[in-house]
């Protein structure tokens, strides 16, 4: 495996239910990231892992709680999810040094019914 | 609250042709300025950066910078109907912890052959 990568690529879940998103970075990069991206608004970011330690949380609600067990893995854990959280989930990760370029992967594609 | 905007589009280019996209950004402490390519149902992928006011080309991409003026600009000579995408800005945020970045909407761009 290359680059960024997430599972599951696509996911439908009951707002009862729980899941996890899985993103892993393959890059050697130390910080990684989830966005969210819906419908013609801009990528909104939802946390940052800086060596595994948080460093924001965007004002998101509990119901998304993020794992960072290494510099390398990435999860999002999801429960009691409303329809308005469907989107694209994105997770990116970068080297944290003045140019910070962010690669992303190919994002999970939720639905909550 | 710290913005980046772009014209949303869609930018009509004939192929051939010179696509060029524009965007402003408030936070005159940004120092560095990427642009991402997002194919429709893709993850962003990167494509130029740029951190020195002047041009910075690659291949045919040229991305301009001014902090003076807080734009940032991507041009993409001999587009091409692969060029047909929505084009991201993005730019980081001096205010908030290091590694956030600040995503414009994004430009749809659409080739005609």
């Known amino acids: 495996e290359t680059g960024v990568t997430q599972t599951p690529r696509h996911l439908v879940m009951g707002m009862t239910n729980k899941k996890s998103l899985k993103c892993e970075q393959h890059l050697g990069h130390n910080a990684m990231y989830w966005y969210k991206q819906s419908a013609k608004k801009p990528l909104e970011l939802m946390f940052v892992y800086n060596f595994k330690e948080q460093t924001e949380n965007n004002s998101v609600p509990s119901r998304f709680s993020p794992e960072c067990p290494n510099s390398s893995h990435l999860f999002l854990h999801l429960h009691t999810l409303q329809p308005e959280d469907s989107a694209l989930y994105l997770c990116?990760?970068?080297?944290?040094?003045?140019?910070?370029?962010?690669?992303f992967g190919p994002g999970t594609r939720l639905t909550v019914l | 609250q710290k913005e980046v905007e772009q014209n949303s589009g869609p930018l009509s280019v004939p192929e051939g042709a010179i696509a060029s996209l524009n965007c402003t950004y408030s936070?005159?402490?940004?120092?560095?300025f990427f642009w991402y390519r997002q194919y429709s149902g893709k993850s962003p992928e990167l494509i130029m950066f740029?951190?020195?006011?002047g041009d910075k080309e690659d291949g045919r991409f040229t991305a301009q910078l001014n902090k003076a003026s807080q734009y940032v600009s991507l041009l993409i000579r001999d587009s091409q109907p692969s060029d047909s995408a929505t084009y991201l800005c993005a730019v980081t945020a001096t205010t908030d912890s290091w590694g956030k970045l600040q995503f414009g909407a994004g430009t749809q761009v659409v080739v005609t052959p």
């Open positions: 740029i951190y020195s006011n």
């Open positions: 990116a990760s970068s080297l944290l040094d003045f140019d910070n370029e962010q690669f």
């Open positions: 936070d005159r402490g940004s120092q560095s």
